[in-house]
């Protein structure tokens, strides 16, 4: 079945630790992204990739990197810098970046900071 | 500024009935597109419904339709027939701006809305 794959569901991180979250999809598309969804709040962009080996900042890209160097991978590198990395994380693709696509989601990774 | 407006608290609907779910929206772009997702509890997001600013007539999909009143800068989502399954909270989302090489879309907070038997 073709979609997005996310892991880990549920990830818990010490203080200072960068940690990776990753994201897969098999859907073909050309366009991947990244937010964060905080208790009662909407998503908020992190990052966003439209081709390979090419990435954009989002609305709250500090504290985050990425990379995208397969078309299926899209990987969120939290470091140690990102003051508040506890919410829940979803990943994101969609087909041509040259029309309106709607966005498929992943299952999310939930992050806790211990 | 906030590019997407959900201001509605926690709504309950009757099963069978319908339930509208409100959004406005902020651009001064002529071009731009209007989404709506699902978050079950279970936290995918879903995709329901899109209208484009040139679209003449209101979109509709299935049980969805959006009341596009491009003057007032709103996109309404209207449920028909409520199910059980459709408690969640629901996610208006805009693009705007060209479609080429811009396809990131700003969310706002949702609504809750909890089917009731």
């Known amino acids: ?24 999809q098999n859907l073909n598309h050309d366009a991947m992204y990244w937010y964060r969804q905080d208790p009662g709040q909407g998503l908020r962009l992190i990052y966003y990739s439209q081709i390979v080996n090419d990435f954009q900042k989002g609305d709250i890209a500090e504290g985050y990197s990425v990379s995208r160097e397969k078309k299926e991978s ?4 939290v470091t140690s810098a990102q003051k508040n990395p506890t919410a829940f994380y979803l990943c994101a ?22 | ?34 989404f709506w997702y699902k978050q079950p509890s279970s936290g995918e997001m879903i ?26 800068k709103s996109a309404n989502l209207v449920i028909s027939a409520s199910q059980l399954g459709d408690s969640a909270m629901y ?22 809305v909890v089917v009731i038997p």
Do not use: H, W
């Open chain 1, 74 to 77: 899209f990987p969120l590198t």
């Open chain 2, 1 to 34: 500024a906030q590019k997407i407006t959900q201001t509605q608290p926690g709504m309950f609907v009757q099963e069978k009935e319908a339930v509208t779910l409100d959004c406005t929206y902020d651009t001064s772009d002529p071009s731009y597109g209007l």
């Open chain 2, 91 to 112: 996610f208006c989302a805009m693009r705007e701006g060209p479609m080429r090489g811009n396809n990131r879309l700003a969310f706002g907070k949702g609504n809750q």
């Open chain 1, 93 to 114: 693709s969609s087909r041509d970046r040259t029309v309106d696509n709607e966005q498929f989601f992943g299952p999310g990774t939930r992050l806790t900071v211990l």
């Open chain 1, 1 to 24: 079945d073709g979609g997005i794959t996310q892991s880990p569901k549920y990830l818990f991180r010490k203080e200072g630790q960068n940690v990776t979250l990753s994201c897969e």
């Open chain 2, 47 to 72: 995709f329901l419904i899109y209208q484009g600013s040139y679209d003449q007539q209101n979109a509709t999909e299935g049980r969805y339709s959006l009341n596009f009143q491009k003057a007032r």
